[in-house]
């Protein structure tokens, strides 16, 4: 993590980077900061933090907000159009803009509840044994895709199997 002070940008390193003869010495190496302050060109530490994700500031709202697991294109669009903000890049965006942005996030199941409420579902689909538990126990496609040629990711690497001989290959 980069530290900053008014005229010296300080950047802490490991030991195990530096030679021997300067092991007992400060553990962080400082830089002249760009001149004209920080910001273009230099470091930029500001980010904005929506539901647990900081996301990204050079990109608009509405494809900032999808880096949140649980809001997709459409939802990103509806949160914009509830709150009629213009789509502008991320970083433009006032205090009072991101405040509102984050209690309008909040509403949605996104992030850990999300991903707990799916885990929950599928441990329960496994518990009662039906059909799709039961694809799910034994890691194959769930939603009815074909298994002969495809569906590699899921069932893993091919095992080759032997062939048998012919009965008339034993007998000479």
């Given at each position: 993590?980069?530290?900053?002070?008014?005229?010296?940008?300080?950047?802490?390193?490991?030991?195990?980077?530096?030679?021997?003869?300067?092991?007992?010495?400060?553990?962080s190496?400082?830089?002249?900061a760009?001149?004209?302050g920080?910001g273009?060109?230099?470091?930029?530490?500001?980010?904005?933090?929506?539901?647990?994700?900081e996301?990204?500031?050079?990109?608009?709202?509405?494809?900032s907000?999808?880096?949140?697991?649980g809001i997709?294109?459409?939802?990103?669009?509806?949160?914009?159009l509830?709150?009629?903000?213009?789509?502008?890049?991320?970083?433009?965006l006032?205090?009072?803009?991101?405040?509102?942005?984050?209690?309008?996030?909040?509403k949605?199941?996104?992030?850990?509840?999300?991903?707990?409420?799916?885990?929950?579902?599928?441990?329960?689909?496994?518990?009662?044994?039906c059909?799709?538990?039961?694809?799910?126990?034994?890691?194959?496609?769930?939603r009815?895709q074909?298994?002969?040629?495809?569906?590699?990711?899921?069932?893993?690497?091919r095992?080759?199997?032997a062939?048998?001989?012919?009965?008339?290959?034993?007998?000479?």
């Amino acid at each position: 993590m980069a530290t900053l002070s008014n005229s010296m940008v300080s950047v802490p390193i490991s030991p195990s980077s530096l030679p021997l003869s300067t092991w007992g010495r400060s553990s962080s190496v400082s830089f002249p900061a760009p001149k004209g302050g920080i910001g273009h060109g230099g470091l930029r530490i500001e980010c904005i933090r929506i539901g647990g994700v900081e996301i990204p500031n050079h990109k608009r709202v509405e494809y900032s907000l999808q880096y949140i697991h649980g809001i997709g294109r459409s939802r990103s669009r509806q949160i914009l159009l509830d709150l009629n903000f213009d789509n502008k890049i991320t970083k433009d965006l006032s205090e009072e803009e991101v405040i509102t942005l984050r209690k309008e996030v909040g509403k949605y199941m996104i992030e850990g509840d999300l991903k707990r409420f799916n885990r929950v579902a599928i441990e329960r689909l496994k518990e009662i044994r039906c059909y799709r538990g039961i694809r799910h126990k034994l890691g194959l496609p769930v939603r009815g895709q074909r298994t002969k040629n495809n569906c590699r990711t899921l069932k893993g690497k091919r095992a080759s199997v032997a062939k048998k001989k012919s009965p008339a290959s034993q007998e000479e």
